[in-house]
């Protein structure tokens, strides 16, 4: 239709307005509220955040929170091991699954391991045993290498760590105590995770590798 002026005016452009009443009020509020708590909690978890440092996950916990299991990767590298996912070595992985991933650490099982060991050059090896049960555990420290029982205080191309069996947490525990810096000192982490039952078994070089052996196969 036209208006006064003899413009043409669309029914579409006219609106009248509508004072709001109470409860459109109330119902705009809520919604408002609602936008800030979504955002807040979007903001919570940013995608550049490391889901291993912010309060919804442990460092030895799987990932529960959907915010946190969106941030899941396959940075964890697994070699050497063809298991089903239920043995206790594998759940040992499971548990610390964050720390792995924080630490960036490749994890190697036995044969994969040793060949990846005597591949190394002054690779900087922790057995971790010692810091878990005491000077007892060093009969298991390799003598093929320059062998340590603490975090790395310089800088080292390649960290190693181990402890007795494959479902032993010493050398887990060991990396979650120290994970600031390892983060910091290790150009890259290696979990050896066949550990001393591996060494006594492939006759590796050892301090005392029949006291190892009473030690590991203790039953």
Not at 168 to 174: H, I
Request: proline share 6%.
């Amino acid at each position: 239709f036209c208006s006064s002026n003899g413009l043409l005016v669309s029914r579409f452009d006219i609106v009248t307005p509508v004072a709001p009443t109470h409860w459109n009020l109330v119902a705009m509020r809520a919604t408002t509220a609602i936008a800030i708590q979504l955002a807040i909690g979007a903001l919570a978890v940013s995608p550049n955040e490391p889901c291993d440092e912010h309060p919804c996950l442990s460092m030895a916990e799987p990932p529960t929170k959907s915010s946190c299991l969106i941030q899941r990767s396959s940075s964890v590298k697994v070699k050497g091991h063809g298991g089903s996912g239920s043995t206790p070595a594998d759940q040992l992985l499971l548990r610390y699954h964050n720390l792995l991933q924080y630490l960036n650490v490749t994890v190697l099982q036995c044969d994969e391991g040793i060949k990846r060991l005597q591949g190394l050059q002054d690779p900087y090896v922790v057995n971790a045993m010692v810091a878990a049960i005491g000077p007892a555990a060093k009969v298991c420290d390799l003598t093929s290498v320059p062998l340590s029982h603490i975090a790395p205080e310089s800088d080292q191309q390649k960290c190693v760590v181990y402890c007795g069996e494959p479902d032993c947490p010493a050398a887990l525990n060991f990396m979650l105590g120290h994970k600031f810096v390892m983060k910091k000192k290790c150009g890259q982490i290696l979990y050896l995770q066949g550990g001393a039952q591996c060494f006594v078994q492939k006759n590796q070089s050892m301090a005392d590798v029949n006291g190892c052996g009473h030690l590991v196969f203790k039953t």
